[in-house]
C-alpha cells in the first residue's frame, strides 16, 4: 500500500521567508510525527499529533515552528521567519497507537 | 538525561561476514526500542523492533538483541550484503505514555566486495 508521503521534495528559500512542509500520512494510521535530522545526524523529534488530542509540541524548537493536522490526516508543518539554522531534512512518520513508526522520504530545507 | 549514543560511527565488513551494530541507551524506563535502516537521500527504514519485556528478536537476516541490565541493544546482521550498505539508527521510546522516539546519532556500515 502507499507509504507516507511529503511535499515538497526539495525547498530553497531565503531567510524571513515562511514555508510550509506537507506530510500525508499511512491510510488509516492515527498518530503522526514529525522530526528533524541535521547533516550527518541522528532525527530530533519535533512535535507529536494523536488523534484528536491535544499535540506533544515539546520539541519545538522556537515559536517559528508550528503544526497542525487537519480532519485527523494531513499535517502542514510550518516554519516562520526561516532562519539559516533551519536548514535539515524534516521528516514525517505515522503510525498506528503505540506501534511502529514508518518514515517519509522528508523534504530537503536550505535556508539562503 | 535521555540519550541514545552509538559505540562506532563507522563499521567496515566484508560481503559474507555478519555485522553488529551496537547502541547504549540511557533512559531506564523505555519500553520499546527500534532499529532502522537510512540510505543516502531517503528517508528512514524500518528494520525490526523490540519491547523492553524480550531480550532477542529475529527477523530475516537481522537479530535485535537487548540487555536490560547494561542498557545495551546490538543490531545483528548475518551474511551482510552490498545492499545493507547505510546508516543505521537505534531509537529508544521513553515510556510513560511519551510516543515519541528518541535516536542515537547513526552508525554507518560500509560492505566491501
Known amino acids: 500500500g502507499a507509504g507516507v508521503s511529503q511535499s515538497p521534495s526539495n525547498k530553497v528559500t531565503e531567510k524571513g521567508k515562511d514555508v510550509e512542509l506537507r506530510c500525508d500520512p499511512i491510510?488509516?494510521?492515527?498518530?503522526l510525527y514529525w522530526y528533524r535530522q541535521s547533516l550527518g545526524q541522528g532525527l530530533e523529534f519535533l512535535i507529536y499529533f494523536q488523534g484528536n488530542s491535544a499535540p506533544d509540541k515539546s520539541g519545538l524548537p522556537s515559536d517559528r515552528f508550528s503544526a497542525e493536522r487537519t480532519g485527523g490526516s494531513v499535517s502542514t508543518l510550518t516554519i516562520q521567519r526561516t532562519q539559516q539554522e533551519d536548514s535539515a531534512v524534516y521528516l514525517c512518520?505515522?503510525?498506528?497507537?503505540?506501534?511502529?513508526?514508518?518514515f517519509g522520504p522528508g523534504t530537503r530545507l536550505l535556508v539562503l | 538525561g535521555e540519550s541514545v549514543g552509538l559505540h562506532l560511527p563507522t563499521l567496515s565488513v566484508q560481503e559474507g561476514d555478519n555485522s553488529i551494530i551496537n547502541c547504549a541507551y540511557s533512559?531506564?524506563?523505555?519500553?520499546?526500542f527500534i532499529w532502522y535502516k537510512q540510505e543516502s537521500g531517503k528517508g528512514p527504514q524500518f528494520i525490526i523492533d523490540?519491547?523492553?519485556?524480550?531480550d532477542k528478536r529475529q527477523g530475516q537476516r537481522v537479530t535485535v538483541l537487548l540487555n536490560k541490565t547494561v542498557k545495551h541493544l546490538s543490531l545483528q546482521i548475518a551474511a551482510t550484503q552490498p545492499g545493507d550498505s547505510a546508516v543505521y539508527f537505534c531509537a529508544e521510546r521513553p515510556g510513560g505514555g511519551y510516543n515519541k522516539l528518541i535516536f542515537g546519532a547513526g552508525t554507518r556500515l560500509a560492505v566491501h566486495p
Open positions: 512518520a505515522s503510525s498506528s497507537v503505540q506501534e511502529t513508526q514508518y
Open positions: 523490540i519491547r523492553s519485556n524480550m
Open positions: 491510510s488509516g494510521h492515527t498518530a
Open positions: 533512559n531506564s524506563a523505555s519500553d520499546y
